[in-house]
């Protein structure tokens, strides 16, 4: 049951208008690093501040998790992608080796694709390897991406659990009235064309791209 899990999430907080620690259902969310007044962030764009923050945030997202650790005794420590915070968590293991270190893998990119993008992966590459092989459990989304974990040199268990859809809730017929409040609502008009996503803000997804392309669209778009 959802109620019997509590989940302490560590992640940048960059705007300063929102809050540093924020409570919703059973996650209690805590926001740190410098942050500056409405920043604007893109993989293209980031402020310096921002920038900073985000490259600390292995040892500030540790030092977090650390304090925190003392006072809830924190039964699993996971980390989600093998990014800045795999390196917090793996700091994390390195301190607290009996609290399990679970990480979740969703990028389908190739090794060669990941260096290719993150050039200082070539010098740090033997710690890198470690936020794999350090790892007691690992989630993967797909059997590529645990191919890629067991190229990386990973022996331990790996469990793949696709990302999934209710099918039913998103093909179920809506009611008309539903239909026209929503219209209403977004101020859809008679052939206005919505563009919506569900993937993440990150440069391979081109989300900002399209953005971009909004300018030189049709209005009714």
Do not use: C
Not at 37 to 65: E, M, V, W
Not at 169 to 177: G, L, T
């Amino acid at each position: 049951m959802p109620g019997d899990y509590e989940f302490d999430m560590i992640t940048l907080r960059f705007d300063k208008s929102v809050p540093e620690v924020e409570r919703i259902g059973n996650v209690t969310v805590h926001r740190i690093g410098m942050t500056t007044g409405s920043p604007k962030i893109s993989d293209r764009q980031i402020p310096f501040k921002a920038k900073l923050a985000k490259l600390l945030f292995p040892f500030t997202s540790f030092l977090k998790a650390r304090s925190l650790h003392k006072r809830r005794a924190y039964d699993i420590v996971w980390a989600m992608m093998a990014n800045h915070a795999g390196f917090g968590a793996l700091l994390f293991k390195y301190t607290y080796q009996k609290v399990p270190y679970f990480l979740e893998l969703q990028d389908g990119n190739t090794l060669e694709q990941v260096k290719a993008r993150q050039p200082i992966l070539f010098l740090l590459w033997p710690l890198y390897k470690r936020v794999y092989l350090k790892a007691d459990v690992i989630k993967v989304i797909s059997h590529f991406i645990e191919k890629l974990a067991r190229n990386i040199g990973f022996t331990g268990p790996i469990e793949v659990i696709p990302n999934a859809v209710d099918v039913a809730k998103f093909s179920a017929s809506i009611p008309k009235e539903t239909e026209v409040e929503l219209k209403s609502k977004f101020g859809k008009k008679l052939g206005d064309t919505f563009l919506f996503t569900a993937s993440r803000l990150v440069l391979s997804r081109g989300v900002e791209d399209v953005i971009r392309s909004l300018a030189f669209l049709p209005p009714h778009v």
